[in-house]
């Protein structure tokens, strides 16, 4: 039906729908919060920096390579510590939200990081 939704934590049915703030299950009558299943899926989601290492909100990370910021003459150096990450569900692959000295706030890929 819906690919947005996510299947019945119950009964793995993949016709759930939404009633108002919840999600229903027509097969076994589960009810479940859609924003509980948000939080769930962000949970489970691993993100993990250029080697491998497991990465958690609050970490301090290096850059690994040159990083041009698009629509400015600024390049993020190698070796520039970020600190005090976010981990997050971002635009495309970025999937950190930081702010870099210097800089500014901007979003990150975990493919260009590494844990300190």
Excluded: F
Excluded at 16 to 31: K, N, Q
Excluded at 63 to 75: A, E, P, Q
Excluded at 77 to 86: E, H, L, Q
Aim: with cysteine.
């Amino acid at each position: 039906m819906n690919d947005t939704l996510p299947p019945c934590p119950a009964c793995s049915s993949e016709y759930t729908y939404e009633m108002g703030a919840l999600l229903v299950c027509p097969e076994c009558a589960h009810e479940w919060s859609a924003v509980a299943a948000e939080h769930e899926a962000l949970a489970e989601a691993v993100i993990k920096d250029a080697v491998g290492n497991v990465l958690a909100d609050g970490d301090t990370v290096t850059v690994i390579k040159d990083l041009k910021i698009k629509g400015s003459s600024t390049v993020i150096k190698v070796g520039t510590k970020v600190r005090g990450i976010r981990l997050m569900d971002g635009v495309g692959d970025h999937d950190i939200d930081c702010k870099v000295d210097g800089v500014g706030p901007m979003q990150l890929k975990s493919s260009v990081v590494k844990k300190v």
